[in-house]
């Protein structure tokens, strides 16, 4: 790799409709480059997102260590659910998969842990201590929990039952918004039930709301009423990449220690 390799990482976000990828800065948790964007085929089946991801790579010519997300729980870079994607990826080693087609050290990490590693390194987190609860509100809802700024991995709490039984995420989500039309008020008081059922369980010292539909936070965020405070995403959508790159590069350089 040239000269770059040690300040630059490189994240992958593979999402429920595009596949992103950057190189980041790591030291100013940025990109480096203009971010590319291919949509996620239609059919998001292993082999066809993993085709996506290779050409990412090779559009910036990247040949060191990279991250990639996954919208999906992960354990040990095997992806063990997929509520939004195709469901032959249970069970898929994407870590494995991936490293042996790209020669590289590969790090998978769930797409909203990613995110909230992100927030708290560089985003709306950066200096809050205690507990910190980071959310993106997109096609699913995907959850970080982060204490003292260390992760606790693969909290799903888009699938937490709430209200009359409804999974969260078929309940709240940002696509049931749009699906269903809602106003930002009704739209809201559903945000509003998986929020306070959230702060009663966790008492966390902030929440912070990523996802797409956070560019437009001022819409909804002031029409919840909670004590917690909850702020948009400092890093809009790109917490996904900038945090796969960061864990990335902290796990290849384990590796080599
Ligand atoms: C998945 C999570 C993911 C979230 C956002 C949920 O359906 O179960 O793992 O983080 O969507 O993509």
């Known amino acids: 790799?040239?000269?770059?390799?040690?300040?630059?990482?490189?994240?992958?976000?593979?999402?429920?409709?595009?596949?992103?990828?950057?190189?980041?800065?790591?030291?100013?948790?940025?990109?480096?480059?203009?971010?590319?964007?291919?949509d996620t085929p239609e059919e998001s089946t292993p082999d066809n997102v993993i085709a996506v991801v290779l050409e990412v790579l090779q559009q910036f010519g990247w040949d060191a260590p990279f991250g990639c997300t996954f919208p999906g729980i992960v354990k040990r870079g095997v992806i063990s659910s997929a509520a939004n994607v195709d469901s032959s990826w249970v069970g898929?080693?994407?870590?494995?998969?991936?490293?042996?087609?790209?020669?590289?050290?590969?790090?998978?990490?769930?797409?909203?842990?990613?995110?909230?590693?992100?927030?708290?390194?560089?985003?709306?987190?950066?200096?809050?201590?205690?507990?910190?609860?980071?959310?993106?509100?997109?096609?699913?809802?995907?959850?970080?929990?982060?204490?003292?700024?260390?992760?606790?991995p693969n909290t799903e709490f888009g699938h937490l039952y709430l209200h009359h039984h409804h999974e969260a995420e078929k309940y709240a989500a940002a696509s049931v918004r749009e699906e269903k039309e809602l106003s930002w008020e009704d739209w809201a008081e559903r945000l509003q039930v998986f929020y306070s059922h959230l702060e009663f369980i966790f008492s966390p010292d902030l929440f912070v709301v990523g996802g797409g539909v956070s560019k437009k936070a001022d819409r909804f965020l002031p029409l919840l009423e909670l004590d917690t405070p909850i702020v948009p995403a400092g890093l809009r959508n790109d917490g996904g990449i900038i945090g796969a790159a960061l864990l990335a590069a902290e796990r290849a350089a384990q590796a080599v220690s």
């Open 1 to 38: 790799m040239n000269d770059t390799s040690a300040t630059q990482g490189f994240g992958i976000d593979i999402g429920g409709s595009g596949i992103k990828g950057a190189p980041v800065d790591l030291g100013k948790g940025e990109f480096a480059a203009e971010r590319v964007r291919v």
């Open 92 to 152: 898929v080693n994407l870590e494995k998969e991936l490293a042996e087609r790209t020669g590289q050290h590969v790090t998978i990490v769930n797409d909203a842990d990613s995110a909230g590693v992100a927030e708290d390194r560089f985003g709306a987190a950066a200096d809050v201590d205690g507990v910190v609860i980071v959310t993106t509100l997109g096609t699913g809802i995907g959850s970080a929990v982060l204490h003292d700024g260390k992760l606790l």
